[in-house]
């Protein structure tokens, strides 16, 4: 069986409406990185980690308009402050255990049997 696909991505932002002149200001960026592959009967499996960084609120620093932002952009804030290969290998593990498992959907204990 192969590895898996990893990919990264932002899911969303939160930002300041105004700061320091500029509006829409990224002030946290929550994202999620998922590993996907084949699994028991070639059926896609995917797992996923998820986490927010919050970012500083640097006026001096170079600004990037909110339209202007790309995904790639912010992940590149993103990585500098989190331990990506933990992240990655902790995916990746959880990929792992559940790729073989068999994923069924039994009945809502709760409901009537009628």
Excluded: K, Q
């Amino acid at each position: 069986m192969s590895d898996p696909t990893i990919t990264w991505s932002v899911v969303s932002l939160e930002c300041y409406e105004s700061f320091a002149g500029f509006e829409n200001v990224v002030r946290y960026v929550h994202w999620r990185c998922t590993a996907s592959g084949a699994g028991l009967d070639e059926e896609t499996v995917t797992a996923s980690r998820t986490g927010t960084v919050e970012l500083p609120l640097h006026p001096l620093d170079p600004f990037i308009l909110f339209d202007d932002l790309t995904e790639e952009t912010v992940l590149g804030w993103v990585w500098p402050r989190i331990n990506v290969a933990d992240v990655d290998s902790g995916v990746r593990l959880d990929w792992a255990i559940i790729r073989d498992l068999p994923l069924i959907a039994p009945p809502l204990p709760w409901a009537d049997d009628a």
